[in-house]
């Protein structure tokens, strides 16, 4: 079946459960009896549809509009609190299904970021000169020598207020990539490319100078985490991008919309993360434990996270559950 017989066949159940849903309100007794075993049927076959979505048109907001319609109808037809069971479902499957959905977007954010990381990076070891005047000055001082492994005598008072800013930074960072997808995307890949291109340049004079392991423990306990954090907020970017560009068969104000919502989630869903690498690059980094701790907690967070995209992000067919993310919009009459 492909998408335009998919959406031909199925859009009149979907607006009539969205008029049933709406006329309910909170109270499905207002449909009168008839009305609930309607409402419980087209629930049933809105359930079945998000599933087929899912699995053969995972990539086109019609996954949206149903998840949104089915989220909505669900507490209807079983009495439950649909908005407490959203944000569990969000937490602990939501948020990384959302994170999964796209591969090919994330596989782009994550080029966009390291390519140009692993350039610079070759490009400051063999000419440290015009690289040094590419960094910030705050970053300069990594060309200066440095003791291996030892405490960098930071006060417990200051490692918090460093935690607390630094964490703040990197959540604006993430809504900045994302929120730039509005741009056709172009905010955001400039932004992944930023942020290699620094990565890159500062590490490679780094290693020039002789402060590679210096580097590796500075950067490593946190950073794993936090450049997974931004190459999925740049994800979401690139799909608020991919709306602007590309809306399909919808109009592109209703898929903006959805997809604006989505990355808001991505976001949101991304947020707590950064939260735990700013802490660790406040408080565990300043104190200097040497390479095979910062190894261990760095490749170990980050471990953590992309397991649980790969574990708790996987689809399930036989499910309908997923979070109340977009309401069902008007019949698309083509792009605009």
């Not at 909505?72 to 069971?85: I, K, T």
């Not at 970017?237 to 991919?242: T, V």
């Not at 104000?253 to 991304?270: C, D, K």
């Amino acid at each position: 079946m492909n998408l335009d017989r998919f959406l031909q066949d199925r859009r009149q159940g979907w607006v009539e459960l969205d008029a049933l849903v709406r006329r309910a309100g909170r109270r499905p007794e207002r449909l009168g009896a008839d009305g609930v075993r309607r409402l419980g049927r087209l629930y049933r076959a809105a359930a079945a549809d998000l599933a087929v979505a899912r699995r053969q048109f995972r990539s086109d907001p019609v996954v949206a509009t149903l998840e949104g319609l089915v989220g909505r109808s669900r507490g209807l037809v079983y009495e439950s609190e649909a908005r407490r069971a959203g944000v569990v479902d969000f937490v602990t499957r939501g948020y990384w299904r959302r994170v999964r959905e796209r591969p090919g977007l994330l596989a782009v954010a994550a080029t966009l970021t390291f390519a140009p990381a692993v350039l610079t990076f070759l490009w400051a070891l063999r000419d440290p000169g015009a690289a040094g005047g590419l960094v910030p000055g705050a970053f300069r001082a990594v060309t200066e020598p440095k003791r291996h492994g030892a405490n960098l005598g930071i006060p417990l008072a200051v490692r918090s207020a460093l935690a607390t800013q630094i964490f703040t930074n990197n959540i604006r960072v993430a809504f900045a990539a994302f929120a730039t997808g509005i741009t056709a995307g172009l905010g955001t890949g400039l932004l992944l490319v930023y942020n290699g291109v620094i990565l890159g340049v500062v590490g490679g004079l780094a290693f020039g100078s002789g402060n590679g392991s210096v580097f590796t423990q500075l950067v490593t306990a946190h950073g794993v985490l936090e450049l997974s954090c931004i190459v999925v907020a740049g994800m979401a970017g690139l799909r608020l991008g991919m709306a602007v560009v590309d809306p399909g068969y919808r109009r592109r104000s209703e898929v903006i919309v959805v997809e604006a919502r989505r990355a808001v989630e991505l976001a949101l869903g991304t947020a707590p993360w950064l939260v735990v690498a700013g802490l660790v690059e406040g408080f565990l980094t300043p104190a200097g434990f040497g390479l095979p701790v910062v190894l261990t907690v760095g490749f170990g967070l980050g471990a953590l996270y992309w397991a649980l995209v790969l574990w708790r992000g996987r689809p399930v067919p036989s499910e309908d559950r997923g979070p109340a993310t977009a309401a069902l919009g008007p019949s698309p009459g083509g792009r605009r």
